[in-house]
């Protein structure tokens, strides 16, 4: 095999590169942050989102990237609806929903970790696994913010949309128009001092 030249240059294009199994930190409870997300499938041929949630606790494993893989099956969507309740994202259970990703990067959150089986198996590498997710006391409140603005929800079937628009649309009431007859004008009000402006009292007998 011929050697490469000492100045030689290659080329390691490492600028979209995600680590999609993540790091190893002790087991327990840490303050993180939704860094990205993606979307992709699963082994089983699932649609899931891959997370890649940011530790901020002061420390050494500060800035380290824990990854979980939120699959949307029924057996595992406990896991997407827990994330998205401590996310203070609106959790309907009677519809399905959408958010852009826009709007859960830079949430704060808490996740319950552990150590997580080898992976490869036999391999001995070992990353944190999220076993559960909890709201961050510290973030700001849900309500503090309109993020139901770009839910996804179905169309009313009912119209009551069409009804509010049309009725909003116009709200000054019509005014009505008489049958072929003009209305009447109001007479002007008289001022005192002009009518005696218009009676001449030398023409009047005292």
Do not use: H
């Not at 030249?5 to 409870?29: I, Q, S």
């Not at 499938?41 to 949630?53: F, G, I, R, T």
């Not at 909890?134 to 929800?153: R, S």
Request: proline residues 7%; contains cysteine; hydrophobic residues 30%.
């Amino acid at each position: 095999m011929a050697k490469g030249k000492t100045d030689e240059k290659f080329v390691f294009r490492l600028k979209n590169y995600r680590d999609k199994m993540g790091a190893r930190v002790d087991p327990g409870r840490y303050r993180v942050m939704v860094d990205d997300l993606m979307n992709d499938v699963s082994s089983a041929d699932n649609e899931m989102v891959v997370v890649w949630l940011k530790v901020l606790d002061k420390g050494e494993f500060e800035g380290f990237n824990i990854v979980d893989r939120l699959t949307q099956t029924e057996k595992t969507m406990f896991r997407s609806y827990n994330f998205l309740r401590a996310c203070g994202l609106p959790t309907p259970t009677d519809r399905d929903v959408s958010f852009n990703y826009g709007q859960l990067r830079g949430r704060t959150l808490i996740v319950e970790v552990d150590d997580g089986e080898p992976f490869p198996p036999g391999s001995g590498r070992i990353k944190s696994e999220v076993r559960d997710y909890l709201p961050d006391p510290k973030a700001k409140a849900a309500g503090d913010e309109d993020d139901l603005d770009d839910v996804e929800v179905p169309d009313d079937p009912s119209g009551l949309d069409e009804f509010v628009e049309e009725t909003t649309s116009n709200p000054e009431p019509k005014k009505k128009k008489g049958k072929g007859k003009k209305a009447k004008a109001e007479p002007e009000p008289v001022e005192e001092d002009d009518l005696l402006d218009e009676v001449d009292l030398d023409d009047v007998d005292l």
